[in-house]
């Protein structure tokens, strides 16, 4: 059976550091104005560390007319930028915000799960980097957690595409007061 | 001392035959009995025959509950005779295979006579389905990886296609849909494969029974079919593969599959370099006829419905309300039912008769209803533009669910 990469993101540990989107952009040499990884405040004190999360329906690929994204086997869902004409029909489609147009190249880039990494075994640079833990990634094939969810409260719906992620939900946090 | 067990002549002609397959190994048990045997899958399709009857669809009705690993009396029903015989359940390692099945022609003779042969023959006959089974598996990995390319467009050349797909005797030059069943509340955690299997194997029978290859994959809880254009009438094609989609969903209702299995079907393709594009297609369509409840809902038939559901949620609640609000608050006030009423008048395209039968309501009672509606949202129901409005904040609330 192939293997199915994925991201397991935990909100409780996210503490808004950007290590993940500073090793991105140092990874790949995105230029200036081009994240494939953001890291969004979805309420006070949570974050949501967020990229192309390599749908299993992704509808950048359904409404590409030239045909210039692909699935490998393992999951990474894949541009080439030579085939992209910058239609900028994937922006517009997919709910995530993953596909980036460049104004200067006319081309869209999209984070491409760091793949010459993980041909060598590694994981990508944004999980490496992560000083929390809260960023994993994990074999969706395999991965079995009754406490994992498939979405997250501001998080887009996931319906139709079914993002290759799988979230541990914020747990209610205890306030402890000291008496005096 | 130890003492010399015997073993009958009969095992070791069975066992010999067993080895060329499972078709001599009955035609040998035939022999050995004086009856025809038959052997089936566990839907009870045949699977190979001695018998010269009509028997492409027969139903076996057990007498009492099927127990493991012995005989039961039973009634063999084919197109044209009832006849009587035994059954004996085909498994192995608790995977049920099948059934062997012995009619009897004449009257019915004393099971114990016949139940070791059966046993011994059922379970050859399992372990020569087994090894079929896991031929059949490992010929279908290199398939699985080629399907796989397919339906995401990793192959970019037509040719490389036709040529691939010819080694399994697929015709790619012909234009072809597909087709994706699930599970109505799979999650991506759903790894139930015995449940899988039983989805694709009803699939498969109805590929065959419509007399086409069946090129189908198994792709985590989604059985995907791809089915060529035979039928060179679209309209006339539309018809037919609608028809097995219900076929399928039938079959599963009539096993009671749980979970509820649904699908989605994507647009034909002439280019089998596109065809990702009708996979990614049938699985909006999947997801969408989920949350409208359509039996098999066509991606070319969803339009409205998608333009709807990938909207801004926000935006949607505000026209649904700007729509349905005032009746809404009505409704609630007056503890009444007329947001139902109107639902079922524009599920019924407007329809006075039809909704008043849906309803089991007098026409005229529908009529003071639809007049209430009308002073209530103060519009008038004949006009076109206002039942556009009102079609869509019901699709609204049927495809972001609310209340």
Redesign the interface.
Known sequence: MFKRVGFRFNADECIGCRACEIACKNENQTPTGIQWRKVTKLAPEIYLSHSCFHCDSPECFRVCPERAFSKRQDGIVQIDENICTGCQLCVTACPYGAPQFNPETKKVSKCQMCYQRQDMDLVPACVEACTTGALKQVDLNTFSDENAVRSLQGFADVTITCPSVVFYPVKPKKRYFLAT | MIKQQVIPDFVQELLTESSKGVEPLIQKLSTLLSCPILVTDPFYQLYCSTAHLDMNEIVIIPNKEFERDSLSSCEISTRDTISAGFVAPISLHQKHLGFLVMICEDNMPDAALYEQAILFTASLCALQMQKKLEIKQEKGKFKD?FL?DLL???I?KKQDIIEYGALWGWNFTVPHQIIVFSFVQY???F?DQEKINILLQLVEKELICQQLNPIIMIK?AQVIAVVPQHNPDMEQFTLQIQAFANNVLSQAEKIKLQPQIACGLGKVYANP??L??SY??A??AF??GV?LKTRTPFFVELGLERIL??HD?QDLKEYYDHCLGALIRYDRDHEGNLLETLETLAAHQFDMGKTAAAIFLHRNTLRYRIKKIEEILNVKLDDLNVRLNIIAAFKIKLLRKLS
């Open positions: 990886a796989f995401y467009g990793n970019k999650d991506q955690f790894t985590q370099a596109e990702f594009r990614q297609e699985k909006v997801e969408l949350l559901f990938n949620l």
